[in-house]
């Protein structure tokens, strides 16, 4: 079994970070959970009132976190504050890299890069470990992610969580959250991409499964959150420059079309709203 540390940058997390919890606890083979708790500068100067003084949560995330921490020895809670970059779009580089000084202490096998509102069952947890089994050449994985979708006009219905899905355009965009340990692995200039001791970004030798049906695959619930929470989000992209002056204008007009979605509406790139069929993770049953 592989020797597993879960990586999990947080700020403002409680909608989802119990079940987060109780989800991943038993993840085979887990050593470490690591929560790095920051908020990047243009977050909180976007958002005011939503980080404290010193750059953390306000709705209890931190106390959360402090508790697991001292019931679960294998959870460790690194209180880092703000952060930031000369470049505005990777302001979260020195977080993230913050789960991989703690990943260094102990050399597992596999980190797992896990956003606070995505999930993986039983069975996909079990085939992240089989991914780096098979296959020593590769550094990383690229999955295929599920979007749940429940924007703000579905705020009282009784339809169930996992209703609905949003497939294709900006939310066919596949990530990459499945990685070989090395020592000496470092977020330089790209805070979703770790690069080797050598400077090789691991997105180089990684592995594309997205459109493998045999690879495992896991559900992010971002589209399923509070519309307070998807608005200072998709507010902080914004500042941080996506959209002004690059080709990722239309990532911009993806997430602002949830807030004002309605049945039948046209989503852009010719995405499209179609009903629930994968398997539901455990928790949520």
């Known amino acids: 079994m592989t020797a597993t540390v879960l990586c999990t940058l947080v700020i403002n997390e409680m909608e989802w970070l119990p079940k987060l919890r109780e989800q991943h606890k038993d993840w085979p083979g887990m050593v470490k959970h690591v929560f790095v708790e920051a908020a990047d500068a243009l977050y909180a100067s976007t958002n005011p009132g939503m980080v404290t003084a010193d750059g953390l949560s306000t709705d209890g995330t931190t106390e959360f976190l402090e508790r697991l921490a001292r019931e679960d020895d294998r959870v460790i809670h690194v209180r880092h504050g703000f952060c930031g970059n000369l470049d505005p779009a990777q302001g979260k580089c020195a977080a993230r890299q913050r789960y991989l000084d703690e990943a260094e202490k102990v050399k597992p096998g596999m980190l797992v890069v896990l956003d606070a509102d995505e999930f993986w069952t039983k069975r996909a947890q079990l085939g992240a470990g089989e991914l780096l089994a098979g296959g020593a050449r590769w550094q990383g994985y690229y999955l295929r992610h599920r979007e749940v979708w429940r924007p703000p006009v579905y705020l009282d219905s009784i339809a169930p969580l996992f209703w609905q899905e949003v497939k294709g355009g900006f939310w066919d965009i596949p990530?990459?959250?499945v990685w070989r340990w090395q020592p000496g692995l470092r977020y330089d200039g790209n805070h979703n991409?770790?690069?080797?001791?050598?400077?090789?970004?691991l997105d180089k030798i990684a592995k594309?499964?997205?459109?493998?049906?045999c690879a495992p695959e896991f559900c992010h619930l971002g589209y399923a959150s509070a519309l307070k929470n998807r608005q200072a989000k998709n507010a902080y992209y914004v500042a941080r420059?996506?959209?002004v002056n690059d080709h990722?204008?239309?990532?911009?007009?993806?997430r602002a079309a949830w807030e004002k979605w309605q049945p039948g509406d046209k989503l852009p790139r010719g995405a499209e709203v179609v009903p629930w069929t994968a398997e539901i993770p455990?928790?949520?049953r």
């Open 282 to 284: 455990e928790v949520f």
């Open 248 to 254: 990722r204008g239309w990532y911009v007009q993806s």
């Open 193 to 201: 991409t770790p690069k080797s001791r050598t400077g090789v970004p």
């Open 175 to 177: 990530y990459c959250r």
């Open 208 to 213: 594309r499964c997205e459109r493998d049906a």
């Open 241 to 243: 420059g996506e959209g």
